[in-house]
Each structure stands twice: as structure tokens, then as C-alpha cells.
């Protein structure tokens, strides 16, 4: 089955840090932009950050840009997501998602790929 598995989401203090896994099963993500989307409680889905496929390029949504970084390890087949300085609201579960040679012209979900099942992030005292 081809489809991201990702991991490392738990609970932590605001201002804590964690770092999110997007391994890639039963392909190769090197020729995908991937993405990390999130969904909070009684919210849509929302993009977060994206790197493109071959040049690396990053972009995030303004909310967490200088907080999260987003990177690639092509050879270990998975993406990462450091977050931190951390939230309540950063709240939410977190999906990774693909697009075929793509260098991250958006967040339309209909376009993105191999959804995973998500991992909960919950930012609480």
C-alpha cells in the first residue's frame, strides 16, 4: 500500500518542541513536494509547510514560520517537521501529504497524495 506513516506527535508544554516523522511506504518520495497539513478540533485542514521536490525550497504558512522547519532525508525515505516554541493552538492532528513533482504552488488537498493516518499534537499545560 503506498502511503506516508507519520509519527512523533504527544503531548507537551507550551514553548516545548517536537519533532514530526513522514516516512514514505511502498514508494519513493523523492520526486514529491511534500506537505504537512493539520486539522484542529471544529476546524478545517489548513497547510502548514511544504518542501519542493528536487531543490528543497520551503514555505510555510505565516502562523508558524520561524518556529517550524520543515526537511527531507531522501535517502531514509522521510520528512520532518521540527516545531518549535510550540502552542496551544498548534493544537491539531498532523498529516503529510505528496504531490508529484510539485515545488509547493499550493495547499489544495485534492491535489496531494498518500495521505497518512496523522499524529496528535497537543500543546497543553
Known amino acids: 500500500q503506498l502511503q506516508f506513516v507519520e509519527s512523533g506527535g504527544g503531548l507537551v508544554q507550551p514553548g516545548g518542541s517536537l519533532r514530526l516523522s513522514c516516512a514514505a511506504s511502498g514508494f519513493t518520495l523523492d520526486r514529491y513536494a511534500i506537505a504537512w497539513f493539520r486539522q484542529a478540533p471544529g476546524k478545517e485542514r489548513e497547510g502548514v509547510a511544504c518542501i519542493s521536490y528536487r531543490d528543497g525550497t520551503t514555505s510555510y504558512v505565516g502562523s508558524v514560520k520561524g518556529r517550524f522547519t520543515i526537511s527531507r532525508d531522501n535517502a531514509k525515505n522521510t520528512v520532518y517537521l521540527q516545531m518549535n516554541r510550540l502552542k496551544p493552538e498548534d493544537t491539531a492532528i498532523y498529516s503529510c501529504?505528496?504531490?508529484?513533482?510539485?515545488?509547493?504552488?499550493?495547499?489544495?488537498?485534492?491535489?496531494?497524495?498518500?495521505w497518512g493516518q496523522g499524529t496528535l499534537v497537543n500543546v497543553s499545560e
Open positions: 501529504a505528496g504531490r508529484l513533482f510539485d515545488y509547493c504552488s499550493a495547499y489544495r488537498e485534492s491535489e496531494y497524495e498518500h
